[in-house]
């Protein structure tokens, strides 16, 4: 398995490999819904983007976006086929050791409750849940200052 970052490739270019990836991402779509409302534009205030590939197919996606409110949030979907067997933690694992090596001190992301092993991965990194909804935790990641 190989990382592919794709920050410094040009707009096209990039939403083209996460057009791949979502066409073949399966139902993890459901519980992914950040592209719903969201188009290539977003792509461009990304920190960090990633596509993790197994030969030549992609598997997963993740991504650290820095919001207008001066938060990082942090995006992961996996091809559905493809949970259950560690590739969440290889992203998960990237996406903090980057966030660390730039020096961010927050990380926040939103989860189902329905997705209790997303859960548990996010609280393997250290992620706490600060609020919910009927239908949603927001867990945040904090650095030691």
């Not at 779509?29 to 990304?46: A, I, Q």
Request: aromatic content about 12%.
């Amino acid at each position: 398995m190989k990382f592919l970052r794709i920050n410094s490739f040009d707009k096209e270019k990039k939403w083209r490999y996460v057009e791949e990836f979502l066409s073949h991402a399966g139902d993890s779509l459901l519980s992914f819904r950040y592209y719903n409302k969201r188009g290539k534009d977003v792509l461009e205030e990304h920190l960090h983007t990633v596509l993790l590939y197994d030969k030549e197919a992609i598997i997963g996606y993740g991504h650290l976006d820095k919001c207008d409110k001066g938060s990082v949030w942090l995006g992961i979907c996996l091809v559905s086929n493809k949970r259950g067997k560690g590739i969440g933690k290889k992203i998960m694992a990237n996406l903090v050791e980057y966030s660390d090596n730039i020096d961010n001190k927050v990380i926040k992301l939103s989860v189902d409750k329905s997705n209790v092993s997303g859960k548990k991965l996010y609280e393997h990194f250290g992620f706490c849940v600060y609020n919910e909804t009927e239908e949603m935790y927001f867990m945040e990641r904090c650095k030691d200052v």
